[in-house]
């Protein structure tokens, strides 16, 4: 299982913008990929963790789970063999799921697909999500850290091309998923 810090800036934008900043990489592909979140009845994961959630891009599935600290996000993630709630019977994600004792049934709480353009920068990735979900779509924005620098800066330097500063990271995809789940 694969361990890392989390450390994002995200932000939603309105399409003009999107778009905006996005010709101004004109080497962005878009990939699909399908999101679905995972939790207990009660919420336990979102109440007392993060998120997880099982990713598919490419007919390969990627298992995530975002354990939330006060400097940041620790991701634990592995490959699985498919997107349904077994995986979670897997040794090495049971096991994960005990140290952080979640003991309770596992069910499908959301579900979004992101057509995401990852553009390498030199410190970090800059992700253009076009994100659809309950009958709804939104335009974000990360810039992810790939090594410690001053990415405030050079994200606001990126986003000042459409007049907006980077002030807090929006809510994420699960929040609006779940939001939007609960609005219909």
Do not use: W
Request: glycine share 2%; charged share 25%.
């Amino acid at each position: 299982m694969n361990l890392h810090f989390e450390k994002e800036f995200k932000i939603l934008l309105n399409k003009e913008q999107f778009i905006t900043l996005l010709n101004e990489y004109p080497q962005a592909e878009f990939k699909k990929q399908v999101n679905t979140y995972y939790d207990t009845k009660d919420f336990y994961i979102r109440n007392h963790i993060g998120a997880m959630r099982i990713r598919e891009i490419n007919h390969q599935f990627i298992f995530t789970l975002k354990h939330r600290y006060q400097d940041g996000v620790q991701e634990y993630e592995v490959n699985v063999s498919e997107n349904s709630p077994a995986v979670f019977e897997t040794e090495e994600i049971s096991s994960l799921l005990k140290s952080l004792h979640i003991n309770q049934p596992i069910i499908e709480i959301a579900s979004l697909t992101t057509y995401r353009a990852l553009i390498p920068l030199t410190d970090a990735e800059l992700c253009f999500d076009y994100s659809e979900y309950n009958g709804t779509c939104d335009f974000e924005i990360e810039y992810e850290y790939l090594r410690p620098h001053d990415g405030l800066s050079v994200f606001n330097e990126i986003l000042a091309i459409v007049n907006v500063k980077y002030e807090k990271n929006c809510k994420a995809k699960i929040q609006r998923a779940l939001e939007r789940h609960t609005d219909n």
